[in-house]
């Protein structure tokens, strides 16, 4: 595993591989291979929230070794599935967020890893910023530089792999992507779910870093020819521009919504402005709605958010501890 500012790739760019149709059941025994060189495997920790659980990646060969994306939670069978999956040959272990479905994991593996006599995998990403919740604290072993490449080799010294790493802060401050370069694979953690919108949950969450992210992510598309995006929660997404552009156009009508509520009741309690601008949504969705209507208000009105913030209880953690809460199960209207 080497890490370098810029790309190094001496050899003939490599045409992309053909993604295997992502359609078969979920199940959490078995890793499922997207490419040769890409496998998912979800763990073990569906629910209302999370979907089918949260989406690890393993990114590489038994020739070059593999890089883990999102090890998930501490999982003891997920984590020994993983650690099977690449053979125990992890060469790093990427956190593209510290939530308690992502980056929990971690360490245990590389423990894993040194206990089956293999060296250590670094734990990389970014750490976790003072606005975090107290699930969420983490501090990775290095700190990814925004636009550092994590390349795996192939025997023969040659760049095989490389992971292109991008600071996309919005869902969580310490959030990054992953751009498998060669292939044209955004790795989105929460920042772009299928299925659902990702919750902002402010003072960590930040809807307008997390809409900039998005324009990032969306030029990235055209430029670096982005082809599907691989999300922590949920199937492939093709057509990473449009499914990209779809979810701001979705953010700006929400957030337009919220204004005409806020300026027909200027008065209101939070409650109220949510049953109103979250009517489309499923009642039982309007605790999470809460914490993403927080959000828009920052950028709408901030002192009105401070006044909120500071008057109203605004609701516990999205995420208790030994619970893990992302996104809902099934498709369905997102806050």
């Known amino acids: 595993m080497v890490a370098t500012p810029a790309p190094t790739v001496a050899r003939a760019p490599l045409k992309p591989a053909a993604l295997v149709p992502d359609a078969a059941p979920w199940q959490h025994d078995a890793a499922v291979a997207l ?52 053979g125990a040959d992890v060469r790093a272990i990427v956190c593209t ?24 995998p670094p734990v990389l990403g970014l750490p976790s910023a003072v606005t975090a919740r107290a699930h969420s604290h983490f501090v990775p072993e290095r700190a990814l530089a925004d636009g550092e ?11 095989r792999h490389t992971l292109l790493a991008l600071h996309t802060p919005g869902h969580a401050a310490n959030h990054v992507c992953l751009l498998l370069e060669e292939d044209g694979l955004l790795f989105s953690g929460d920042h772009i779910l299928n299925g ?43 057509e ?45 969705l309007w605790p999470v709605a809460r914490r993403s209507l927080l959000a828009h208000l ?16 605004v609701g516990p953690s999205l995420t208790p501890p030994g619970q893990t809460a992302e996104r809902p199960a099934t498709p369905r209207p997102a806050p």
């Open 35 to 86: 490419l040769a060189h890409v496998q998912r495997l979800t763990a073990p920790n569906p629910g209302r929230m999370t979907g089918p659980g949260t989406n690890s990646y393993l990114v590489g060969s038994v020739a070059t070794g593999y890089v883990v994306i999102d090890p998930g939670p501490h999982d003891p069978a997920h984590l020994q599935r993983l650690l099977a999956a690449a």
């Open 97 to 120: 967020h510290s939530h308690p479905d992502h980056a929990p994991g971690a360490y245990p593996l590389q423990a894993l890893v040194m206990a089956a006599g293999r060296p250590k």
């Open 149 to 159: 490449r994590l390349q795996l080799h192939d025997p023969d010294g040659q760049p």
């Open 196 to 238: 659902s919108t990702t919750v902002i949950d402010p003072p960590d969450g930040d809807m307008d870093a997390y809409l900039a992210s998005l324009q990032r992510l969306w030029v990235l598309c055209d430029a670096a020819g982005v082809r599907a995006i691989l999300p922590a929660h949920g199937r492939v997404l093709g």
């Open 240 to 284: 990473s521009a449009t499914a990209i552009a779809q979810l701001v156009q979705h953010r700006l009508r929400r957030e337009a919504k919220i204004a005409r509520v806020l300026a027909a009741h200027p008065d209101a309690d939070l409650d109220t402005w949510v049953a109103h601008a979250y009517d489309d949504v499923s009642p039982e």
């Open 298 to 313: 920052r950028r709408l009105d901030p002192s009105l958010f401070a006044r909120v913030m500071d008057q109203a209880s």
